[in-house]
T-cell receptor, first 112, second 113 residues
């Protein structure tokens, strides 16, 4: 059974810092991995999608990497801003499955 | 603009009173799914649909029904809601050329008393 873990559960950093959020999964047989952002009381916004054959994806100040063999992904946020404060969720789509398996999320706070 | 819409956004109801949460998409995607989000349990899939008239159970289907009569709509039906179905519900849509990147609706907060 695929399990996804995100550490730390919460992170608070000053504005302007570069930071890394971590995601690990137990089964390397995945179709893809997706990072989401969730603001309080709001829906999930897709940030980056990495296919199993890819190593990384970039969008603006965000860069996500995937090491399928070790079961790890990282989300790198450059030059953090207060508007980046949110919960970040990592989800994998297991091979052959029609669902996403989510981690519990990292609650990020960027302090001005 | 690509959109996933859910209605209602907030609902307070009583045990046993049937309700339907609607989900609609304008992306012409085949795949649609329902998740519930609970503190400490995260997001879990309830049901999914690969296309019109094709639905299947997810991880927590008990107490829920779905139907897919049109490609754009995928309603979630609670025929006899119970307090343990109090949760935040999300509809997800996936497909297209980007390997089933999934897009989520804004959520429906349901309280069953």
């Amino acid at each position: 059974k695929q399990e996804v873990t995100q550490i730390p559960a919460a992170l608070s950093v000053p504005e302007g810092e570069n930071l890394v959020l971590n995601c690990s999964f137990t089964d390397s047989a995945i179709y893809n991995l997706q990072w989401f952002r969730q603001d309080p009381g709001k829906g999930l916004t897709s940030l980056l999608l990495i296919q199993s054959s890819q190593r990384e994806q970039t969008s603006g100040r965000l860069n996500a990497s995937l090491d399928k063999s070790s079961g790890r992904s990282t989300l790198y946020i450059a030059a953090s801003q207060p508007g980046d404060s949110a919960t970040y969720l990592c989800a994998v789509r297991p091979g052959g499955a029609q669902k996403l398996v989510f981690g519990q999320g990292t609650r990020l706070t960027i302090n001005p | 603009e690509a959109q996933v819409t859910q209605n209602p956004r907030y609902l307070i109801t009583v045990t046993g009173k049937k309700l339907t949460v609607t989900c609609s998409q304008n992306m012409n995607h085949e795949y649609m799914s329902w998740y519930r989000q609970d503190p400490g349990l995260g997001l879990r899939q309830i049901y999914y649909s690969m296309n019109v008239e094709v639905t299947d159970k997810g991880d927590v289907p008990e107490g829920y029904k779905v139907s897919r009569k049109e490609k754009r709509n995928f309603p979630l039906i609670l025929e006899s809601p119970s307090p343990n179905q109090t949760s935040l519900y999300f509809c997800a849509v996936g497909g297209g050329t980007r390997g089933y990147e999934q897009y989520f609706g804004p959520g429906t907060r349901l309280t069953v008393t």
